[in-house]
């Protein structure tokens, strides 16, 4: 079993900046991905950003690529999200995952094996 723990989030205005991060426990010896995902209001969850934590790579939705960046500590098993320039429609529950074992689509949230529990970011107008 894995567990993950998400903090950060909050209100920001548009064009500021927050951050998230997710900290794994338990069995986290086969991570093979840790990211992000949100789900906003009346939509579908959707993939944002992940950090392949046996290679080094990191992927981004086209939505958040050069606003958004992933970076972990691998010694504290944690991955981070730094959101900026932040828009209202950022505004999500935001959810971090973890895929672990064999390597899967990291775009699917389907593919994932243990979630966090959310936390609201809000964005203003």
């Known amino acids: 079993q894995v567990q993950l723990v998400e903090s950060g989030g909050g209100l920001v205005q548009a064009g500021g900046s927050l951050g998230l991060s997710c900290a794994a426990s338990?069995?986290?010896?086969?991570?093979?991905?840790m990211g992000w995902f949100r789900q906003a209001p009346g939509k579908e969850r959707e993939f944002v950003g992940v950090f392949n934590w046996r290679g080094g790579g990191r992927y981004y939705a086209n939505s958040v690529k050069g606003r958004f960046t992933i970076s972990r500590d691998i010694v504290k098993s944690t991955v981070y999200l730094q959101m900026n320039s932040l828009k209202p429609e950022d505004t999500a529950v935001y959810y971090c995952?973890?895929?672990?074992?064999?390597?899967?689509?990291?775009?699917?949230?389907?593919?994932?094996?243990?979630w966090g529990q959310g936390t609201q970011v809000t964005v203003s107008s």
């Open positions: 995952a973890a895929q672990i074992g064999r390597p899967r689509d990291y775009v699917s949230q389907g593919e994932y094996d243990y």
């Open positions: 338990g069995r986290t010896g086969g991570t093979v991905y």
